[in-house]
């Protein structure tokens, strides 16, 4: 079983930075491609920030040159820096894995509980 966790969300004013964390924990055989998504009320889900095993990148157009996704493979942890808040980066954010869990077995899909981050004005 496979769980994870992110951490590091709260209220913040616009212009102010937050690091977000999700870390991976149970039993990995490897972690694939990692991403953080966030989704605001009344909203649809939307990809945040991207990143691939060998460390490859992709952000939505509305935070590039703010965020920045990172991880660190030797703690299954992927990591989101967001700089430069908006009041419209209020959302619920998410961790996503894409993790084989046992050699034998196929990449399955996970998600965290959701962090929420608050940006005021």
């Known amino acids: 079983q496979v769980q994870l966790v992110e951490s590091g969300g709260g209220l913040v004013q616009a212009g102010g930075s937050l690091r977000l964390s999700c870390a991976a924990s149970g039993i990995i055989f490897s972690i694939n491609d990692m991403g953080w998504y966030r989704q605001a009320p009344g909203k649809q889900r939307e990809l945040v920030a991207a990143i691939t095993s060998g460390g490859s990148t992709n952000y939505a157009d509305s935070v590039k040159g703010r965020f920045t996704i990172s991880r660190d493979n030797a703690k299954n942890t992927v990591y989101l820096q967001m700089n430069s808040l908006k009041p419209e980066d209020t959302a619920v954010y998410y961790c996503?894995?894409?993790?084989?869990?046992?050699?034998?077995?196929?990449?399955?899909?996970?998600w965290g509980e959701g962090t929420l981050v608050t940006v005021s004005s």
């Open positions: 996503n894995a894409k993790i084989w869990t046992t050699r034998w077995e196929g990449i399955n899909d996970y």
